[in-house]
C-alpha cells in the first residue's frame, strides 16, 4: 500500500462540519456522509431529509418502499454496517485496505476471481469509465451503441458522449451539462441509440432490435471506427435488450475494435449471468442502490481480466477524476493509469457500498427457489391489485426470464378524461404517497415509495418494485417457521395500503377536477 493512503486526514469527507453535527450523535454523522461523494441528486433537503427522489441516507422508520427500480432509503441493516465501518475508521483502520475489502466483497458476490473492480459514484458514472478505458484499449475515433437510452439512466446519453450530465459532481462545484469533460473535448466520439420499443411504447421485435444492432456497428467499422457496445440485462421497465449472439457477431467483425459493457445496474441479474457477461470479456456496470437496497447511488465496473490485457494507454481523461477517486481504483490500475483527482478517497461511497454489500450478502444466501417464488407471488399480487383498480393498468411482458426482471412492475395511470398521466402528473401522485393522507385511517399516515415516472411511449408509468431486502425478510420469516402465505403477508398488508392510498388520493383528484 501507499503510504498516503493509510491514515486519514482531519479535513477529510469521513469528518462531517464540526458547526453542524456538533450535537449530533454518530448515527445522525453517518446520515450525512453517506449524502456525500456525489452530485446534485444526493444532496439533502435540509428540512425533508430527503434527498430529490423522496428517501432519506438514514432507515426510513414506519415507511413502506416500493421504489428499488429508482432509490430506497438505508436499510437498518445496511445503515448499522456502515456505521460499524465509520467508526472503525475514525479509529484507523486503513483506508486503503478498506476500499479494497469493498472491492473483494463486490467480486465475491458478482465477479470472477481475476476481475478488476472500480467504484463509480452511481450507475451513469460507470458509462464515464467504460468510455474511458474503451478509448484506452483502442484510440481513435469511437461510435458507442446505447441500448434503450430512455429505459437506462436520464444522463447516460451525454455521459456516453464524454459530456457532464449535471451542474455538479462528486468532486466538482459546477459544470455545464452537455459540455465535454477535460481530456475529451477533441474526442470523436458518436453516439448511435438502439431502441427496444416502438414510438408507442409496444416493445420491437428482439430480432429487428438486433439487425439495428447490427447494421450499425458494421457501418461504423467500415468507416475506421471502434466500437463501445452495450448490451441492457435489466431496463428500468423490466426490459432487455441487443441479445448476445448479436453481440458475438459484431465482435466477430473487428476483436480488436469492439468493446462490450453489461449495463446490470439494477442488479436484477443473477451472480451465474454476471459471470457469464465476465467470461465473454465484457465489461459489467453494477450499483448497490436499486435491487440491493443500498443507499442511493453507489456504483462499481467490473473488468475482466482479459479486457485489462488490452488496456494500451498511462492515463485516463482528466475530467474523470471530477468522478472518481484514486481509491476508488485496485491498486494496479491507479498505478498504471495515474491520477489527478481532489480527494484521496470517496469516503460517502465507501459507506454506500458498505450498507449495500451487507444486503447482497444477506439476499445471496436465500435460496433460489425461495427468491423465485417470492417474485412470482409478488408480480400476482400486483397485477390482481392493479385488475380491481380501473384507473390503473399495468404494463406487463410476460417473456420467460431468469432473472429477478420481474421485481419491476410499470404502473400507468389515468386521469379523469380517461388518459393516462403524463410525467409531471405521476410525479405529483408520487409526492402525495409519500405525504399523509388527510382525513384517512392511521396507516394511511405511512410514507408509500415508488419508482419514479419512466417514460413509455407517448405515456409515463410509475413502477412498483420488489427489492432483495423484501425478499430476505421474507426468507428470514420461512426460516423462523412461518408458513409461505403467513411470511409473505407484511409484503401483501404493505401492497394493499399503497393501492388503497393510490386509489383515495386519484379519488380526491377527480373531485377536485370535476
Known amino acids: 500500500m501507499t503510504g498516503q493512503f493509510t491514515s486519514i486526514r482531519r479535513d477529510a469527507t469521513l469528518f462531517p462540519p464540526q458547526g453542524s453535527t456538533r450535537n449530533a450523535t454518530d448515527a445522525a454523522k453517518l446520515g450525512f456522509l453517506l449524502a456525500t461523494g456525489g452530485d446534485e441528486r444526493i444532496a439533502i433537503d435540509g428540512v425533508s431529509r430527503r434527498n430529490r427522489y423522496g428517501v432519506s441516507p438514514e432507515p426510513g422508520v414506519d415507511e413502506i418502499f416500493f421504489s428499488s427500480s429508482t432509490a430506497s432509503s438505508t436499510s437498518p441493516i445496511g445503515f448499522k454496517a456502515a456505521l460499524d465501518a465509520w467508526r472503525a475508521l475514525k479509529d484507523g483502520a486503513n483506508a486503503a485496505d478498506w476500499f479494497e475489502t469493498l472491492r473483494v466483497r463486490i467480486r465475491?458476490?458478482?465477479?470472477?476471481?481475476?476481475?478488476?473492480?472500480?467504484?463509480?459514484?452511481?450507475?451513469?458514472?460507470?458509462?464515464?469509465?467504460?468510455?474511458?478505458?474503451?478509448?484506452?484499449?483502442?484510440?481513435?475515433?469511437?461510435?458507442?451503441?446505447?441500448?434503450?437510452?430512455?429505459?437506462?439512466?436520464?444522463?447516460?446519453?451525454?455521459?456516453?458522449?464524454?459530456?457532464?450530465?449535471?451542474?455538479?459532481?462528486?468532486?466538482?462545484?459546477?459544470?455545464?451539462?452537455?459540455r465535454r469533460l477535460p481530456g475529451l473535448e477533441r474526442a470523436d466520439i458518436e453516439v448511435e441509440p438502439i431502441e427496444i420499443r416502438e414510438g408507442s411504447g409496444c416493445l420491437r421485435d428482439p430480432e429487428c432490435i438486433d439487425e439495428d444492432a447490427l447494421r450499425v456497428a458494421t457501418e461504423a467499422l467500415a468507416r475506421g471506427r471502434s466500437l463501445l457496445v452495450h448490451h441492457l440485462a435489466v431496463s428500468k421497465t423490466g426490459q432487455s435488450g441487443l441479445a448476445l449472439h448479436a453481440i458475438n457477431r459484431i465482435c466477430s467483425l473487428a476483436p480488436e475494435r469492439v468493446t462490450v459493457i453489461a449495463d446490470c445496474c439494477q442488479l436484477r441479474s443473477t451472480p451465474r449471468q454476471v459471470r457469464a457477461l465476465l467470461d465473454c470479456g465484457f465489461l459489467v456496470a453494477v450499483t448497490g442502490s436499486k435491487f440491493a437496497g443500498g443507499p442511493p447511488f453507489c456504483g462499481a465496473l467490473l473488468i475482466p481480466a482479459a479486457f485489462t490485457a488490452k488496456l494500451r494507454g498511462s492515463s485516463v481523461p482528466k475530467g474523470l477524476w471530477a468522478h472518481s477517486s484514486p481509491l476508488d481504483w485496485p491498486m494496479t490500475l491507479r498505478v498504471r493509469l495515474g491520477h489527478h483527482s481532489q480527494a484521496e478517497a470517496n469516503f460517502g461511497l465507501g459507506l454506500r457500498w458498505a450498507a449495500a454489500l451487507v444486503e447482497i450478502e444477506r439476499f445471496l444466501a436465500v435460496p433460489s427457489i425461495i427468491a423465485q417464488r417470492a417474485q412470482a407471488r409478488f408480480k400476482g399480487e400486483v397485477l390482481e391489485l392493479v385488475g380491481a383498480c380501473p384507473s390503473l393498468a399495468a404494463v406487463v411482458d410476460e417473456r420467460s426470464r431468469e432473472d429477478f426482471a420481474d421485481t419491476i412492475i410499470p404502473i400507468k395511470a389515468r386521469g379523469v378524461g380517461g388518459d393516462f398521466l403524463n410525467d409531471a402528473e405521476l410525479l405529483k401522485l408520487k409526492s402525495a404517497l409519500l405525504a399523509p393522507l388527510l382525513h384517512g385511517p392511521a396507516e394511511l399516515q405511512r410514507a408509500i415509495h415508488v419508482g419514479q415516472p419512466v417514460t413509455i411511449g407517448t405515456s409515463s408509468a410509475l413502477r412498483v418494485c420488489m427489492s432483495a431486502p423484501i425478499i430476505s425478510d421474507f426468507s428470514e420469516r420461512l426460516e423462523g417457521g412461518e408458513a409461505f402465505d403467513a411470511a409473505f403477508e407484511p409484503i401483501s398488508s404493505d401492497l394493499r395500503l399503497l393501492f388503497e392510498k393510490l386509489r383515495r388520493i386519484m379519488a380526491c383528484e377527480r373531485r377536485r377536477d370535476a
Open 108 to 178: 465475491r458476490a458478482y465477479g470472477t476471481p481475476d476481475c478488476d473492480v472500480v467504484l463509480a459514484p452511481s450507475g451513469t458514472e460507470t458509462e464515464y469509465l467504460a468510455l474511458a478505458l474503451a478509448l484506452n484499449a483502442v484510440p481513435g475515433p469511437l461510435t458507442n451503441l446505447v441500448v434503450a437510452p430512455e429505459e437506462t439512466g436520464r444522463g447516460v446519453s451525454l455521459a456516453a458522449h464524454g459530456a457532464h450530465f449535471l451542474s455538479t459532481g462528486p468532486f466538482r462545484r459546477e459544470a455545464t451539462p452537455g
